[in-house]
């Protein structure tokens, strides 16, 4: 007889109600699955139950966002797989409470659609001067300030994975050139070269539009402040969807005050919420969104959790997983 496998979701009392998991979404989910997983039970819990660890303890997989990490340090039963509901995982930083038979992935790529959608809107926004004109709007301005044609302008995305490949084929969709930047020079699909990051922040010169979509790591953290600003061409527009630590938030209000660049749109802040008070709200040329640009509601939970089950069988085969984590890095 096939031993059952248990399957446990992590629900934060702190998480939003779009990211959060569902007995009944995991079990849909189970039925659209077509690979061969052997019989599964379902066990949810909220990270503050007494018996987390407990059910954590024999359990094969866990799939959520927040969670106790000292209880999976401790663990030293079945469990083999962790799958994050979100893309970044900065919370959980450094890895060393990780077990070493314990896998860790991330939901990358289940935004890609969406972010394509999105990118699309941003640049044609920051090419058509939409936050100029939103301040412009403010101060009852009547500023004219014409755009030409965005085919031909040249994109600089910082991160080749699932929000930046969108904006990379939104980008190439309206005849922009696509550089991304990574750590390591190369080749993704959907753009036209991958360089290095020394290599992208010296194109940051030459770039009409720049896009962070990296994770937040101890490498990347802080990574575009006055001097990468300055170094901008003037009239450049700029997006951060990565995350809102990868900037100098101070050097971005800067750079749009004293003119240099044309405008800015972020998808991201430090901290979220953005406080009331904070300086960003009233940069000029800024437009300033409250995470949400990247997210279907419609379809997030629903990617995830097949994504998840993927993992479970790639799992439990000895297969690679989709978007496994290195420990090392932190991405």
């Known amino acids: 007889m096939t031993e059952t496998l248990r399957l446990m979701i992590a629900r934060a009392p702190q998480q939003q109600a779009l990211f959060r998991v569902g007995p009944k979404q995991l079990e849909a989910a189970l039925e659209r699955c077509a690979l061969p997983l052997p019989p599964?039970?379902?066990?949810a819990r909220e990270t503050t139950d007494a018996d987390f660890a407990e059910v954590l303890e024999r359990s094969f997989a866990l799939v959520g966002f927040r969670f106790p990490t000292e209880a999976v340090q401790r663990t030293r039963g079945a469990l083999r797989l962790i799958q994050l509901t979100g893309a970044g995982c900065e919370h959980l930083l450094p890895l060393t409470w990780l077990p070493e038979q314990v896998a860790l992935a991330n939901a990358s790529g289940i935004h890609t659609a969406k972010v394509e959608e999105s990118a699309t809107m941003v640049l044609l926004m920051l090419?058509?001067?939409l936050p100029f004109f939103a301040t412009a709007q403010r101060q009852h301005g009547w500023t004219p300030k014409h755009s030409g044609a965005i085919a031909g302008k040249r994109?600089?995305?910082?991160?080749?994975g699932g929000i930046g490949t969108g904006f990379a084929r939104a980008a190439r969709r309206l005849g922009l050139d696509v550089t991304g930047v990574r750590r390591s020079a190369g080749a993704a699909e959907d753009f036209d070269r991958v360089v290095d990051l020394k290599e992208g922040l010296v194109r940051l010169a030459e770039a009409?539009?720049?896009v962070l979509a990296m994770p937040l790591t101890a490498e990347t953290r802080g990574l575009i402040g006055a001097e990468a600003f300055a170094r901008m061409r003037p009239d450049a527009g700029f997006a951060n969807f990565g995350r809102g630590g990868l900037i100098?938030?101070?050097?971005?209000?800067?750079?749009?005050?004293s003119g240099h660049l044309s405008g800015a749109v972020l998808d991201v802040a430090t901290p979220e919420p953005l406080p009331a008070d904070?300086?960003?709200?009233?940069?000029p040329r800024l437009l300033i969104t409250p995470h949400v640009l990247c997210d279907d509601p419609d379809t997030y939970v629903a990617d995830a959790l097949d994504?998840?089950?993927?993992n479970v069988h790639r799992r439990l085969q000895g297969q690679p997983l989709r978007n496994e984590i290195d420990r090392r890095l932190g991405y």
Do not use: T
Not at 40 to 43: K, R
Not at 248 to 257: G, H, N, Y
Not at 278 to 283: M, P, R
């Open 248 to 257: 100098d938030q101070a050097a971005l209000i800067a750079s749009l005050k």
């Open 40 to 43: 599964v039970e379902v066990a």
């Open 208 to 210: 009409d539009f720049i």
């Open 278 to 283: 904070s300086a960003l709200w009233d940069a």
């Open 127 to 129: 090419h058509a001067h």
């Open 307 to 310: 994504l998840f089950l993927d």
């Open 155 to 160: 994109a600089l995305i910082f991160g080749v």
